[in-house]
């Protein structure tokens, strides 16, 4: 304690400032490719994986169309540019044999899925969630596939999917995300080594919650997966994603495309906590985060909903969105971005209407500190024929100390006459005479603005299945509060 | 008696204006001192003063509350060790609700002082006692801190801290500013009621009408940052009968 806290201002940014607890680094033998992209290494990748020629034709395509892509200029990101030959596309942990439990995994990996607090134990995990954990380019495992296959759900990695599902990734693959879309879809279409690949059959509520973990170890590898999530007709799955990654002064890319279909009556939630290493106080390091992520309701009374908790990353380039085609379908964006010291944040959702009666809703929470930059970007469409269509965007950006800013770039597009469309947009700081309120109630500083932050992100938490609500609510405090376990 | 507050020659400023001047003041355990004073006299900023509020300058003089260096005490510290102040205008939080406020606030104290703290359920029943003597209603707990709340509700959800705290030492700025005379009555008997024994009551008000509820055992009158008389309730009859100003050494245009 010191005389000058009664005296001066509070000080709240020191409560921002804590170390990260997820950087620590992996030592295992790694296998990777030399670093660049060339047709040679996508033959590798190829060749390593066994793929079957369309995908092979899919990637090369892809590298066509990214080589007369340019690098989006758009945002209002600062970026260093990416030398993108001085990437390795990928890397994977040195395995003597294929693995064929998770007895085999090296237990420094399964070490290290623990430490993050993600138990690939079927024994000690969440009885209700399974889970797929992607370590750099490649699934470790899969976790409760015998209980979920039992309901007819596919649960497993791409790449498992690529050998045994051939038809299904075939057809839908690049269907909602073309690999022409933009410059990192087409990079991710080229080079995308892993990820999670799920199917819902028809009529069937998916018993469990669905996960996957991504964790970024080696120090020169970027991190190129895809998920791809198909729903049919009157099914419904609740999925989530975890993302950390070391501690490294440079910077990381990872560039993950994310596909989900939804036919008739299919409900998708899709929910994320970001929490990518977001580089040092003073801006050194962090991962580069450049994500496509798109839903299509292509049935009737479809419904994809996604929620985003995102507090890591030195840059996140993020706009998850809906493409609402099905007569009557939904779709749902809630989103919660901490940024602080140097991290900058471009995100927000599209919300395309093409069908009859569609309906959207956009709920957005910025939280800027330091001298971060928190940006959202929105765009809300409807088509002519998207006849009495609805939209309600809210938008609420929050600013911690004096250096940080918020932007918010909502972009309406509307061609049809019957469509009913609002905005409502919000700016508030901390005040010194709530903090003041907290703290004569003898409740602590580092608490009080983690309780007023928790406050104002509220209707967000409320959109994520229960545990995860806890655990975001539990990052976010932890971001904010520095009392590491 | 235990000695629970004694400033001494306080002086201080906000943006280089002198707000206190060379102000004194000593409260014993189970003392109610009445604070009365024109706007603008330093009365709220007495209160906020002692809860720690950052925007006031110390230029001189000391604070001891429970013989301890108020000065130096971070305001949670403050609340913790039994200072509690009701406040005129009761802030509002949004998407936080008043049962998980005040139960932080609750196991909070309860962490500092090495005691048990309670979970969700048990905090209840502690919380429907306190309740139901403030006649408020089990809603008012699911309802987001003091967001929507009519003045009166605001200040019950005061005292209903008061209660679950069980502070020492009460600073009540104007509480009776914005209540009708029903909710005064219960909120000025609960306070009377259920303070605990040892606790003391600083009452800052403008108005006469709560001393019906309290004995007060000592009338000050603060004029220009600075105690001009101590008395008891002889002094509120001057006041009503003559102002402020009779008390007031250079009389105000």
């Given at each position: 304690m010191n005389e000058k806290k009664t005296q001066s201002r509070f000080e709240i940014q020191h409560v921002l400032n804590q170390p990260y607890k997820y950087g620590f680094e992996t030592k295992i033998e790694t296998e990777k490719f030399p670093v660049g992209i060339t047709e040679q290494i996508l033959d590798s990748i190829s060749n390593q994986k066994k793929e079957p020629p369309f995908l092979r034709q899919f990637r090369f395509n892809s590298f066509k169309k990214w080589k007369e892509l340019e690098f989006p200029k758009w945002t209002n990101l600062s970026i260093q540019p990416i030398d993108f030959n001085n990437i390795t596309y990928y890397s994977i942990p040195k395995q003597k044999k294929k693995l064929n439990s998770l007895k085999e995994v090296d237990p420094e990996i399964l070490k290290t899925f623990e430490q993050l607090g993600?138990?690939?134990?079927e024994q000690k995990r969440l009885t209700n969630v399974a889970i797929d954990a992607v370590f750099d380019s490649v699934s470790i495992a899969t976790t409760f596939q015998e209980k979920l296959a039992k309901s007819g759900v596919i649960f497993c990695s791409i790449s498992e999917a690529i050998q045994c599902y051939p038809n299904l990734v075939k057809k839908f693959l690049g269907s909602v995300v073309s690999p022409s879309d933009n410059f990192f879809a087409a990079l991710n279409s080229a080079v995308f080594t892993d990820g999670s690949f799920c199917y819902i059959p028809q009529?069937?509520?998916?018993p469990l919650e669905l996960s996957t973990y991504f964790r970024i170890n080696d120090k020169e590898s970027g991190q190129f997966e895809r998920t791809l999530i198909i729903a049919e007709k009157n099914s419904s799955l609740s999925y989530l994603e975890g993302c950390t990654a070391p501690q490294f002064s440079e910077n990381q890319l990872h560039a993950a495309i994310v596909e989900l279909i939804a036919f008739e009556n299919a409900r998708i939630q899709y929910s994320t906590v970001q929490n990518w290493y977001s580089g040092n106080e003073k801006g050194l390091g962090g991962i580069y985060n450049f994500v496509t992520k798109r839903g299509l309701?292509?049935?009737?009374n479809s419904k994809i909903s996604w929620t985003q908790v995102e507090t890591g990353s030195a840059i996140t380039w993020k706009y998850p969105s809906?493409?609402?085609?099905?007569?009557?379908s939904s779709g749902e964006f809630s989103s919660v971005a901490l940024t602080n010291n140097y991290q900058q944040a471009d995100t927000g959702t599209k919300m395309i209407h093409l069908g009859k009666k569609t309906k959207s809703k956009i709920l957005s929470k910025g939280i800027s500190c330091g001298f971060s930059q928190n940006c959202y970007r929105g765009l809300v469409k409807i088509t002519s024929n998207a006849f009495y269509s609805r939209n309600f965007s809210q938008c609420d950006s929050f600013l911690l100390g004096s250096n940080s800013t918020a932007c918010t770039y909502p972009y309406l597009e509307i061609r049809n006459s019957t469509a009913l469309v609002e905005h409502e947009a919000k700016i508030s700081k901390v005040s010194e005479e709530q903090l003041f309120y907290l703290l004569q109630r003898g409740i602590s500083i580092e608490k009080s603005v983690s309780l007023l932050i928790s406050g104002f992100c509220k209707d967000v938490f409320t959109k994520l299945p229960m545990e995860f609500a806890m655990e975001a609510e539990k990052l976010l405090s932890l971001k904010l509060q520095g009392t590491i376990g | 008696m235990e000695n629970l507050l004694c400033i001494q020659n306080l002086t201080v400023s906000i943006d280089q204006k002198l707000?206190?001047?060379q102000f004194d003041l000593e409260v014993n355990e189970n003392e109610i001192h009445v604070i009365m004073g024109p706007n603008g006299s330093g009365k709220s900023t007495l209160s906020k003063l002692l809860a720690g509020h950052p925007s006031y300058r110390i230029e001189g003089g000391t604070i001891e509350f429970s013989k301890q260096n108020l000065i130096e005490m971070a305001p949670e510290i403050r609340s913790h060790e039994g200072l509690f102040l009701a406040f005129q205008y009761p802030i509002e939080i949004s998407g936080v609700t008043n049962y998980d406020f005040l139960r932080i606030a609750y196991n909070e104290k309860q962490k500092y002082w090495g005691l048990k703290e309670l979970d969700p359920i048990e905090f209840m029943q502690l919380t429907q006692i306190e309740l139901q003597k403030l006649k408020m209603k089990m809603e008012f707990l699911n309802r987001n801190l003091n967001e929507g709340f009519s003045g009166g509700e605001k200040k019950r959800n005061e005292i209903l801290q008061m209660l679950i705290l069980q502070p020492k030492l009460i600073i009540l700025?104007?509480?009776?500013?914005?209540?009708?005379v029903d909710a005064l009555k219960i909120i000025c008997e609960t306070i009377a009621q259920e303070r605990n024994a040892k606790s003391s009551l600083i009452i800052i008000t403008h108005y006469p009408r709560i001393l019906n509820y309290f004995q007060p055992t000592h009338v000050h009158v603060l004029i220009d940052g600075k105690i001009k008389k101590s008395g008891h309730l002889e002094l509120v009859e001057k006041i009503e009968k003559d102002g402020y100003d009779s008390f007031s050494e250079e009389k105000r245009k």
């Open positions: 993600i138990s690939l134990d009529n069937v509520d998916c309701c292509i049935g009737k809906c493409l609402l085609v099905g007569e009557n | 707000i206190l001047n700025d104007e509480i009776d500013s914005g209540l009708d």
